[in-house]
Nanobody, 124 residues
């Protein structure tokens, strides 16, 4: 059974940091492009960060460049999102997603497997 489980969300003050984790089971993250997406209150789901299947290429939304870092541990089937210098506008539910390598990993429509999401709230 394919499953993605996010953890690490919570409440943090502006300027603080959080590290999100995504644990995969039922498939190998090393065979997929992995990404993080978020959906703020009343907003559409948006791309945050992605890593190609070999981790050789990473992509970031302009709004998080220089603050967020995506990393993967293929051996342990894990994906991470380190978030620094958090802002109130980063408040959202964060989702982990797996996409086939042939597709654009930054597009939510290409995500094959989704996690259930973890809430990140940044207080200003």
């Amino acid at each position: 059974q394919v499953q993605l489980v996010e953890s690490g969300g919570g409440l943090v003050q502006a300027g603080g940091s959080l590290k999100l984790s995504c644990a995969a089971s039922g498939f190998s993250v090393g065979s997929y492009s992995m990404g993080w997406f978020r959906q703020g209150p009343g907003k559409e789901q948006k791309f945050v960060a992605a890593s190609r299947w070999r981790g050789s290429s990473t992509y970031y939304a302009d709004s998080v460049k220089g603050r967020f870092t995506i990393a993967r541990d293929n051996a342990n089937n894990m994906v991470y999102l380190q978030m620094n210098s958090l802002k109130a506008e980063d408040t959202a539910v964060y989702y982990c997603g797996a996409s086939d390598n042939a597709n654009d990993p930054t597009a939510p429509r290409n995500v094959k497997y989704w996690g259930q999401g973890t809430q990140v709230t940044v207080s200003s």
